[in-house]
């Protein structure tokens, strides 16, 4: 349920109101807008009676929420969530650029990648440590000796780092390193890594499953929410279908769509939502022009040798392309890069 208060109500108004819900066992989400006040209040599991509110001084209207995600949900929180992360702002009039490898393999490939994707233009450092692989077989990342090599990137360049972490024992380890936390998409519903990065002081980017539909993301994302961290960035990075010529299918309906429920910033990676390099800028401009805050994209300095997702990795020159092309995209959309 979310009480909306008047237009000028006072702070004791909302203070009643405030007092009224923990009395009752609930929990309170204030949100404190220009125009108005919204009082969220998360449910003890017991219905709520609105009408008690309406006829509270100040109130203007007591609406029931009916959908399970709350925190996460426009309901709650009108206004776009904007945040900064280490000198740059998501969710703002600004788009984010996060660029870089696929997965860090050592201090020449990675130091090259972060230099070529700065010199484009990019905002966030993206690198894998930990790589989630299909095959026990496959180059399984460099763990903490990749996370040593980020955090050289981010001092040789000044842009903060983004690497994904897969276990709840790895939060503290990871955290140490990044800037921003990502939850891959094979671990979208791996709730006690959800709960530990919720209880981390660092952003979270959140990769929507390749099975799961759009509730079960804002879902995910409210398992973060819930746990006290309110940095969380939803990730489109495509779902699977029965088409094989793509690696997965880029829903770029979700963006729009995402926006429309959740206040929440929205990424789009174009690499993983498509496989193919030659897919990666049609689709990045596509995800500007229909609304995301950011993007994220491979690009490894020599695709053909890459460790792991080299076709689907951008070289250096077809990047800083790509950027040209997405400054005016973002512009007729009424945006910067
Ligand atoms: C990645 O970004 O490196 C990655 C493994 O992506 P996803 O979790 O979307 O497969
Ligand atoms: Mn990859």
Redesign the pocket.
């Known amino acids: 349920m979310i009480i909306i208060m008047k237009h000028g109500a006072t702070r004791g108004e909302i203070d009643n109101i405030v007092a009224r819900v923990e009395q009752m066992g609930c929990q309170v989400h204030l949100s404190e807008g220009e125009e108005r006040t919204i009082v969220g209040i998360i449910g003890n599991g017991r219905p709520i009676d609105g009408e008690q509110f309406s006829r509270m001084s100040g109130v203007e209207r007591a609406v029931p929420v009916l959908r399970p995600f709350k925190l996460a949900s426009r309901d709650f929180h009108p206004q776009d969530s904007v945040f900064p992360i280490n000198g740059v702002s998501i969710g703002g009039q600004q788009i984010i650029m996060m660029a870089g490898p696929?997965?860090v393999e050592s201090r020449e490939q990675l130091m090259s990648a972060a230099h070529s994707v700065k010199e484009a233009g990019a905002h966030v450092i993206r690198g894998?440590a930990f790589k989630p692989r299909t095959s026990p077989y496959s180059f399984q990342g460099l763990g903490h000796e990749g996370l040593k090599l980020l955090a050289e990137a981010r001092q040789a360049t000044g842009l903060p780092v983004i690497t994904e972490v897969m276990a709840p024992e790895q939060v503290p380890l990871v955290t140490t390193y990044a800037d921003i936390l990502q939850v891959g998409a094979r671990s979208m519903q791996n709730y006690a890594l959800l709960h530990a990065v919720g209880e981390s002081q660092r952003p979270v980017m959140l990769k929507r499953g390749m099975m799961s539909t759009i509730e079960e993301l804002l879902m995910s994302a409210e398992y973060i929410l819930s746990h006290g961290n309110n940095r969380v960035i939803l990730c489109e990075r495509g779902i699977r279908t029965f088409e094989p010529y793509t690696r997965n299918t880029l829903d770029l309906s979700a963006v729009p769509l995402l926006k429309q429920l959740s206040h929440l910033p929205v990424v789009v990676d174009p690499?993983?939502g498509t496989g193919r390099w030659e897919l990666v800028a049609p689709m990045a401009m596509a995800a500007v022009a229909a609304g995301a805050d950011g993007l994220i994209i491979?690009v490894h300095p020599s695709p053909e040798t890459a460790m792991?997702?080299g076709a689907?990795s951008l070289k250096p020159a077809r990047f800083a392309e790509l950027m040209v092309s997405l400054r005016s995209i973002a512009k007729a959309v009424g945006r910067t890069i």
């Open positions: 696929c997965a894998g690499s993983h491979e792991s997702d689907q």
